[in-house]
């Protein structure tokens, strides 16, 4: 076990033998991509497949699995390297009524047009980056980066040390670039677009990415990459005498 995994695991026992005192389990920051390649039907399918994805009874489950240790969710938009605008600012997930209402603000939202609507996927890693080391009394720190495409502008994922990105998760979303019409060319370029978040973007203890085949299936996807990075830290590594490094 890595020395990482280890301190988490500590904090996380120690703070849950303290019930009386609400703890923040997850600080989770989600990064849609807005730039030229999505248009304005895309962009809906974003937003409100997050808020659909949010009213999932097995996401909300997720959410609330530990009533004394909740989570802290925000989500944003990124584009070109100056634009990253915040749609829902973070807010404490304690009932399935505060996801209600991320999920409403989440469906009024609408699109703000962007002057340079490049991708500029590592300023949006740095950014979401920033944000969630703010929330420092959280245990674990996870950021998504959903996108249909690489970087073109600015600092590229591959410039960006493991340094800079600290002990924050990058889990990542991606999206099938050319839609359903020519099915076998699609999914090659999915194939593609996944070897290079997985190269290049994806970073941390168990970061992995969640495929969707298109924007119509962006709302599934979201729903499966939710419920699986909103698991607790497992304990299934502890022995009587300790942390256990096999």
Same mark, same amino acid.
């Given at each position: 076990?890595? !020395?990482?995994?280890?301190?988490?695991?500590?904090?996380?026992?120690?703070?849950?033998?303290?019930?009386?005192?609400?703890?923040?389990?997850?600080?989770? $920051?989600?990064?849609?991509?807005?730039?030229?390649?999505?248009?304005?039907? #895309?962009?809906?399918?974003?937003?409100?497949?997050?808020?659909?994805?949010?009213?999932?009874?097995?996401?909300?489950?997720?959410?609330?699995?530990?009533?004394?240790?909740?989570?802290?969710?925000?989500?944003?938009?990124?584009?070109?390297?100056?634009?990253?605008?915040?749609?829902?600012?973070?807010?404490?997930?304690?009932?399935?009524?505060?996801?209600?209402?991320?999920? #409403?603000?989440?469906? $009024?939202?609408?699109?703000?047009?962007?002057?340079?609507?490049?991708?500029?996927?590592?300023?949006?890693?740095?950014?979401?980056?920033?944000?969630?080391?703010?929330?420092?009394?959280?245990?674990?720190?996870?950021?998504? /980066?959903?996108?249909?495409?690489?970087?073109? /502008?600015?600092?590229?994922?591959?410039?960006?040390?493991? #340094?800079?990105?600290?002990?924050?998760?990058?889990?990542?979303?991606? /999206?099938?670039?050319?839609?359903?019409?020519?099915?076998?060319?699609?999914?090659?370029?999915?194939?593609?677009?996944?070897?290079?978040? #997985?190269?290049?973007?994806?970073?941390?203890?168990?970061?992995?990415?969640?495929?969707?085949?298109?924007?119509?299936?962006?709302?599934?996807?979201?729903?499966?990459?939710? /419920?699986?990075? !909103?698991?607790?830290?497992?304990?299934?590594?502890?022995?009587?005498?300790?942390?256990?490094?096999?």
């Amino acid at each position: 076990m890595s !020395l990482a995994r280890a301190v988490l695991l500590s904090v996380a026992l120690s703070a849950l033998s303290c019930p009386a005192v609400a703890q923040c389990r997850q600080a989770l $920051a989600l990064g849609l991509d807005v730039s030229g390649s999505v248009d304005a039907s #895309e962009y809906r399918l974003q937003m409100d497949g997050v808020a659909r994805a949010l009213l999932d009874d097995a996401v909300a489950d997720a959410f609330l699995m530990m009533p004394d240790a909740h989570v802290r969710l925000m989500v944003f938009e990124w584009s070109a390297r100056l634009h990253q605008r915040q749609i829902v600012g973070w807010t404490e997930i304690r009932t399935r009524q505060d996801l209600a209402q991320v999920a #409403e603000q989440l469906f $009024a939202t609408r699109a703000n047009p962007v002057d340079n609507p490049s991708t500029a996927i590592g300023a949006a890693m740095l950014y979401g980056v920033k944000e969630l080391e703010a929330q420092a009394e959280c245990w674990q720190k996870t950021l998504d /980066i959903s996108g249909d495409g690489p970087a073109n /502008i600015g600092l590229h994922p591959q410039d960006i040390t493991e #340094e800079a990105t600290g002990q924050v998760v990058i889990n990542g979303l991606v /999206i099938g670039p050319d839609g359903p019409a020519n099915v076998n060319k699609n999914r090659h370029n999915l194939k593609t677009l996944m070897e290079y978040y #997985e190269a290049y973007v994806l970073r941390g203890f168990g970061a992995f990415g969640e495929p969707a085949a298109d924007f119509t299936d962006f709302q599934r996807a979201m729903q499966r990459k939710l /419920i699986r990075e !909103l698991q607790p830290p497992t304990v299934s590594y502890l022995d009587p005498s300790g942390l256990n490094p096999g």
